[in-house]
């Protein structure tokens, strides 16, 4: 099972970016798929998670309304799109799987993650 995140980069404050995380999971159309991100010296915390097919998404209260969950099980990618970006969303940005938790300690599989940097 591999995870691959793309898309993070340097944005200016009220921008957007779009990440993706491509899974090569067999089983993907039934596996949920979480967004997590890591600042420096701070933890790792919930972004948001997605089910199986879409239908249930769930999101931190930082970042619900700016951000949106989605999937395209065709292409075996989640994609995580980002609004009105502030400096405080600066962090590398991981997904994780399976699973829609809310603690980091709960998923088995990781990727590598992608830096958002987002200045002022």
């Known amino acids: 099972v591999q995870l691959e995140e793309s898309g993070g980069g340097l944005v200016q404050a009220g921008g957007s970016l779009r990440l993706s995380c491509l899974a090569s999971i067999h089983s993907f159309a039934s596996t949920a798929v979480a967004w997590f991100r890591q600042a420096p010296g701070k933890e790792r915390e919930f972004v948001a998670s997605i089910s199986y097919n879409g239908d249930n998404t769930y999101y931190a209260d930082s970042v619900r309304g700016r951000y949106t969950i989605s999937r395209g099980n065709a292409k075996n990618t989640v994609y995580l799109q980002m609004n009105n970006l502030k400096p405080e969303d600066t962090a590398v940005y991981y997904c994780?799987?399976?699973?829609?938790?809310?603690?980091?300690?709960?998923?088995?599989?990781w990727g590598q993650g992608t830096q958002v940097t987002v200045s002022s």
């Open positions: 994780a799987a399976p699973g829609l938790d809310r603690d980091p300690r709960r998923y088995r599989y």
